[in-house]
């Protein structure tokens, strides 16, 4: 489309991003969605009913992930996919994921309005489970689809609780064969995500629009120190093997290492410790922390890793612990496909927007979307560059451009039908 003929339905779209929010187990404004909680559960039925009055067919596969299909007029064309995930962290905020899925569904909406007929079909996909909250894994819905996660790995996993994913997932209404999840290389001719940034720097410039070049390389680890526990008040220090404060010294200088790296955009995260037994008069004897290493250099990556592994090993040794340094999963950087980043800034201008390139330093489902076809992501501003919390936002215009530019992108990648 070289023409810009769209109406977004934006009171319509506020109205639905706001009553998907209220599907939580935090009250307002907070939203709390855990995989196959019922408030997930609540949410997913709601998308449904919205593609049943869209006119839509809709499908979901064995753990859950939701597929919308606009049919194009050459059915055997591989489609154009869209979407996101509408699983929140713990108080968190409204946009995050939801944007991508509602967005993308008024994208769709708008361009039929318009009389767009598209020659490849167009598929939203809901994505189970992006973050890792539940299950200690991020993006499990792509990572299946990529055939990353296969159903072995999928079988292993466990709650905090201890249940497994395969009877969780059962549990919650999804039955089929965790084989047939994957897609084949191909499956899709292109997959583009529309997201808020969860950054400041489209506020900071000033832009609408942020045409993603890349994704960051992300690693999770856990550390588990090890040492004596005891009475408080009854164990001298001198006799201690206390492992709270080896803890607290490495995720010290795993601050210290991000914020001194020469590569000067670094980022190394502590955000996960259990301390057991957990009582104030008593020495912990176990401690387990998280570490999250991101850039988008995997050497950096994975320099900072090391790094921290060494130091985990030298502190234990010092303090006479007992250490374990777990990678739970280290995934490679993406680069965006140069065609859909011209797709997507060709949208931009055709809207009158503005733009800026960006590489994404948060994870996306788009990173093993893209082991099956050609990606590429749009982000919107975010207030303060606020994300994963309740003071997450962004404005009902800058939603509105993202859907526009959205829109515009698919119908370009799809193509137009030709004329009966």
């Given at each position: 489309m070289n023409t810009h003929p769209l109406s977004i339905n934006l009171d319509?779209?506020?109205d639905e991003i706001e009553t998907l929010s209220h599907f939580s187990d935090a009250p307002p404004p907070a939203v709390t969605r855990i995989l196959y909680s019922e408030a997930d559960l609540a949410a997913r039925t709601f998308l449904r009913q919205l593609v049943d009055e869209a006119?839509?067919?809709?499908?979901?596969?064995?753990?859950?992930n939701t597929f919308i299909r606009w049919p194009g007029a050459e059915p055997d064309l591989p489609p154009v996919a869209t979407g996101s995930h509408i699983d929140a962290v713990p108080f968190a905020g409204k946009y995050d994921g939801v944007v991508g899925v509602l967005g993308a569904l008024e994208a769709v909406r708008s361009l039929r309005a318009a009389g767009f007929r598209p020659r490849r079909g167009v598929e939203i996909v809901m994505l189970t489970a992006e973050e890792p909250t539940r299950f200690g894994l991020g993006c499990v819905g792509s990572r299946a689809l990529a055939g990353v996660t296969g159903?072995?790995?999928?079988?292993?996993?466990?709650?905090?609780?201890?249940?497994?994913?395969?009877?969780?997932?059962?549990?919650?209404?999804?039955?089929?064969?965790?084989?047939?999840?994957?897609?084949?290389?191909?499956?899709?001719?292109?997959?583009?995500?529309?997201?808020?940034?969860?950054?400041?720097?489209?506020?900071?410039?000033?832009?609408?629009?942020?045409?993603?070049?890349?994704?960051?390389?992300?690693?999770?680890?856990?550390?588990?120190?090890?040492?004596?526990?005891?009475?408080a008040g009854t164990v001298l220090m001198s006799l201690r093997r206390d492992p709270l404060p080896a803890a607290c010294e490495l995720a010290l200088a795993v601050e210290a290492a991000a914020?001194?790296?020469?590569?000067?955009?670094?980022?190394?995260?502590?955000?996960i410790?259990?301390?057991?037994?957990?009582?104030?008069?008593?020495?912990?004897?176990?401690?387990?922390?998280?570490?999250?290493?991101?850039?988008?250099?995997?050497?950096?990556?994975?320099?900072?890793?090391?790094?921290?592994?060494?130091?985990?090993?030298?502190?234990?040794?010092?303090?006479?612990?007992?250490?374990?340094?777990?990678?739970?999963?280290?995934?490679?950087?993406?680069?965006?496909?140069?065609?859909?980043?011209?797709?997507?800034?060709?949208?931009?201008?055709?809207?009158?927007?503005?733009?800026?390139?960006l590489v994404s330093r948060a994870y996306h489902d788009t990173v093993f979307m893209g082991q099956i076809c050609p990606v590429g992501m749009i982000f919107i501003p975010s207030r303060g560059g606020y994300s994963h919390r309740p003071e997450e936002y962004s404005s009902p215009e800058?939603?509105?451009?993202?859907?526009?530019?959205?829109?515009?992108?698919?119908?370009?990648?799809?193509?137009?039908?030709?004329?009966?």
């Open positions: 319509r779209l506020m006119g839509l067919d809709w499908r979901t596969d064995a753990i859950g159903p072995e790995a999928l079988v292993a996993l466990r709650d905090a609780t201890g249940l497994a994913f395969d009877d969780v997932r059962r549990s919650a209404g999804f039955s089929g064969e965790l084989a047939g999840v994957a897609l084949n290389p191909g499956h899709y001719r292109a997959f583009v995500e529309l997201h808020v940034e969860q950054g400041p720097e489209l506020e900071r410039a000033a832009v609408p629009i942020g045409v993603v070049t890349g994704i960051a390389a992300s690693t999770t680890a856990f550390v588990t120190f090890q040492g004596d526990g005891g009475h914020r001194t790296h020469p590569a000067g955009d670094a980022v190394a995260t502590v955000g410790v259990e301390v057991h037994p957990g009582a104030s008069n008593s020495i912990p004897s176990q401690v387990r922390f998280s570490i999250d290493v991101r850039n988008q250099d995997m050497q950096v990556r994975d320099q900072l890793l090391q790094h921290f592994q060494t130091m985990a090993e030298e502190i234990a040794a010092r303090r006479q612990l007992e250490q374990r340094f777990q990678v739970v999963n280290s995934d490679h950087a993406l680069r965006c496909d140069p065609q859909i980043i011209e797709a997507v800034t060709g949208a931009v201008v055709a809207a009158g927007l503005r733009y800026k390139l800058e939603i509105g451009n993202g859907v526009t530019v959205l829109a515009l992108t698919l119908a370009e990648l799809a193509g137009r039908a030709a004329s009966p």
